[in-house]
């Protein structure tokens, strides 16, 4: 029952917030610091809507290594309130052009200046990942992506997608991998504490000393990473 009544106030609460957010938004529209200011709107309280104790450790290193690329694994959408209540400024992220159809939240995260991408067609993607470079080398713009592609809950980080790190590459910019614990196998929103969401931030990796064609290689380094902080972190 606690669940139910959760889900019903978040959803009324994103709802309300999204279409406030949708308005403001049309008066700098795409603007890259849009993200920031709804990240923090949406985030923290989200979360104590859920019952969630979320603690971040390394959280200075995304500061000190912006404008750059971020990583981290998906699990959940609970994923997107987490990394919305830490955001730095300027720093927004890539995510399906599809969730731009969802009433409200769409529109809002879409004039937040966040980048869309059509995974569907490749060419379409490979632009989007050049527009991403372009807003990172010369809009002062971090980008945080999430290289697994969708969803995973089944244990473990699923493989890492290339084309996020070959834009990391060209870029030449920092590349900062974050790690979340394996929250989704122990959140019961049905308990008044749901549970805790760990995030630690990685140290950043230099791109200059990588080339392109060393992508597959980056990916594979970054998911061995990433694979051996989760299996560190306490759940």
Not at 50 to 71: A, H, Y
Not at 167 to 185: D, G, H, Q, V
Request: proline share 5%; with cysteine.
């Amino acid at each position: 029952m606690l669940k139910v009544l959760r889900i019903i106030f978040v959803t009324l609460y994103v709802t309300t917030t999204s279409l406030i957010g949708t308005l403001l938004c049309l008066l700098r529209p795409f603007n890259p610091d849009n993200a920031r200011l709804m990240g923090r709107v949406l985030g923290r309280p989200v979360l104590k809507m859920l019952g969630i104790d979320f603690q971040i450790e390394g959280k200075e290193i995304l500061v000190e290594n912006r404008p750059g690329i971020f990583i981290s694994n998906h699990q959940d959408n609970i994923d997107l309130f987490c990394c919305g209540a830490i955001i730095p400024k300027r720093t927004v992220s890539l995510g399906k052009k599809s969730l731009r159809w969802i009433p409200f939240f769409g529109q809002m995260y879409w004039l937040t200046g966040n980048v869309l991408i059509d995974r569907a067609h490749k060419k379409r993607a490979y632009g989007t990942m050049d527009k991403a470079v372009e807003a990172v080398t010369e809009k002062d713009t971090t980008i945080w992506m999430m290289p697994e592609g969708t969803r995973n809950r089944v244990g473990g980080v699923a493989p890492f997608k290339k084309g996020v790190f070959y834009a990391a590459i060209k870029s030449r910019r920092p590349l900062t991998p974050i790690c979340f614990n394996r929250y989704s196998e122990h959140i019961n929103l049905n308990k008044i504490k749901s549970g805790k969401i760990r995030m630690k931030v990685l140290s950043p990796i230099d791109t200059t000393k990588w080339k392109e064609d060393q992508a597959g290689e980056l990916a594979e380094h970054c998911h061995d990473l990433v694979s051996q902080c989760l299996k560190e972190m306490p759940n």
